[in-house]
T-cell receptor, first 113, second 113 residues
């Protein structure tokens, strides 16, 4: 079973729409959670971390549900510039020294005018 | 400017010809990783390193070697490249194992004929 599962989409939404992505993780020992954004043929860039209490950054809201082992990303009032692939990532810290970051396969979002 | 650099950015080579992809970061980060990204498979970790001389295998280490002799550099070595190693490669660094902020290099597109 993969560490992180993510619906690949694609999601095609009009400008102004609200869109939500979910991501599930398999290991309850996972400790840190993130959403990354990746534009076509570019490197991933950290969009936001996900905290247990949920967190918001402008039009973006991230939430964590430890009981059900999933994280979500909500984008409100979608803009054309939001078109990208969104990757969830989960960090599992193993032992006392080394940690591993596991990525979902990414969800492709296209916002159309 | 804080950054992760990779070289070369694009490389076409032939089966069996040893190659090295360099990665360097200027942020004094302890944690560095190599990933490969393939369509439908997402980002998969090849190797990672917590600090100088401390490395460990990721999910897909076969056919790759790494070394961490200096904190800032983390080269990826393909001793005998094969066509199935054709991929987009990313180097990444972060201050610690929690990886609250992970910086990716711009990527190296490798084609093995």
């Amino acid at each position: 079973r993969k560490e992180v599962e993510q619906d690949p989409g694609p999601f095609n939404v009009p400008e102004g729409a609200t869109v939500a992505f979910n991501c599930t993780y398999s290991n309850s020992a996972s400790q840190s959670f993130f959403w990354y954004r990746q534009d076509c043929r570019k490197e991933p860039k950290l969009l936001m971390s996900v905290y247990s209490s949920g967190n918001e950054d402008g039009r973006f809201t991230a939430q964590l549900n430890r009981a059900s082992q999933y994280i979500s990303l909500l984008i409100r009032d979608s803009k054309l510039s939001d078109s990208a692939t969104y990757l969830c990532a989960v960090n599992k810290v193993r032992g006392s020294t080394l940690g591993r970051l596991y990525f979902g396969r990414g969800t492709q979002l296209t916002v159309w005018p | 400017e804080a950054q992760v650099t990779q070289n070369p950015r694009y490389l076409i080579t032939v089966t069996g010809k040893k190659l090295t992809v360099t990665c360097s970061q200027n942020m004094n980060h302890e944690y560095m990783s190599w990933y490969r990204q393939d369509p439908g498979l997402g980002l998969r970790q090849i190797y990672y390193s917590m600090n100088v001389e401390v490395t460990d295998k990721g999910d897909v280490p076969e056919g790759y070697k790494v070394s961490r002799k200096e904190k800032r550099n983390f080269p990826l070595i393909l001793e005998s490249p094969s066509p199935n190693q054709t991929s987009l490669y990313f180097c990444a660094s972060s201050p610690d194992r929690v990886q609250e902020t992970q910086y990716f290099g711009p990527g190296t597109r490798l084609l093995v004929l």
